[in-house]
């Protein structure tokens, strides 16, 4: 159950309650005769000596009559009563002094009426200040209700606008990944074009030559997948003398001496190459193709 239903509920409780304990007070006759208690019964009339002894005499006579009758002559003498005092009364005790209690009591006084009254002020004011308490409360539970649900809202706005970001961002870095992907495959299909050209190209078959032109010769001594081995290996053949040089592309490159006019001087190359201790290279001989 709500707070502010409840303290409106213990509010309605707290007057009603008052009400009930001071409007018979304020209000005059019947309310106030209600709250009186009710008048206790008299005492009875407890019957002395002296009203019961003219009775005693007269049953005394009216036994000694029927006592003569029956025997003749009187029996007993007659006896004059005896005077008596009559007791002294008791002293009142307490169960007496209750039963004697006045059949009514006395009216309230000014200062009880006026008592009454300033309860009944004090609990109308109490009344008052707790259904003063109970609305400021129930005014700062609505202020904290509207205050918590412009949070949620502002929060909720906060958080879809990350999830919003964040998508893009997401939907972003997969593109950029798409087309690094594309420009990647795109790179290594003409990487491989490029080396496929390459490798038909050093493998093509030589036309013959020019007859017009003079005819030369060349000793290939290797075939290597790097320009950098195939510069090492001519620089160590050009340390031992050899006119040597590399041409090729790609991964394809061939280290060459010549070329030689004389095929006979080509021969005599591939000799020495392949009886050098430090060597031993075994090349063949090749048309020289500029």
Request: zero cysteines; aromatic letters at 4%; proline letters at 9%.
């Amino acid at each position: 159950m709500d707070i502010a239903v409840k303290q409106r509920i213990l509010g309605g409780v707290v007057l009603l309650a008052a009400a009930i304990l001071f409007l018979p007070v304020l209000l005059e006759g019947a309310g106030v005769q209600a709250l009186r208690p009710p008048t206790p019964p008299s005492a009875p009339s407890t019957p002395t000596t002296q009203d019961l002894a003219p009775a005693l005499q007269q049953q005394a006579q009216d036994m000694a009559k029927e006592i003569s009758a029956s025997h003749g002559e009187p029996t007993f003498y007659p006896v004059e009563p005896a005077i008596t005092e009559a007791p002294a009364p008791t002293p009142a005790t307490p169960e007496q002094f209750r039963l004697q209690e006045p059949a009514t009591r006395p009216a309230p006084s000014t200062d009880a009426l006026a008592e009454q009254q300033l309860a009944a002020n004090l609990a109308a004011e109490k009344a008052a200040k707790l259904k003063a308490e109970a609305a400021a409360a129930t005014a700062a539970q609505a202020k904290l209700d509207d205050q918590s649900a412009v949070k949620t809202a502002a929060a909720e706005k906060k958080a879809a606008a990350e999830k919003k970001a964040l998508a893009e961002k997401k939907a972003a870095a997969e593109k950029a990944a798409v087309e690094k992907a594309k420009a990647e495959k795109l790179a290594a299909e003409k990487a491989a074009a490029d080396k496929k050209a390459a490798a038909a190209q050093a493998t093509k078959t030589p036309t013959d030559p020019d007859p017009a032109l003079p005819q030369a010769w060349v000793v290939q001594v290797a075939r290597l997948n790097a320009p950098e081995k195939a510069n090492a290996l001519v620089e160590k053949l050009r340390a031992k003398g050899y006119r040597a040089s590399a041409a090729g592309a790609g991964d394809s490159w061939r280290v060459i001496i010549g070329p030689e006019l004389d095929k006979s001087v080509a021969e005599s190359i591939k000799r020495r190459l392949a009886e050098d201790p430090q060597l031993k290279m075994s090349g063949w001989i090749q048309a020289y193709r500029p």
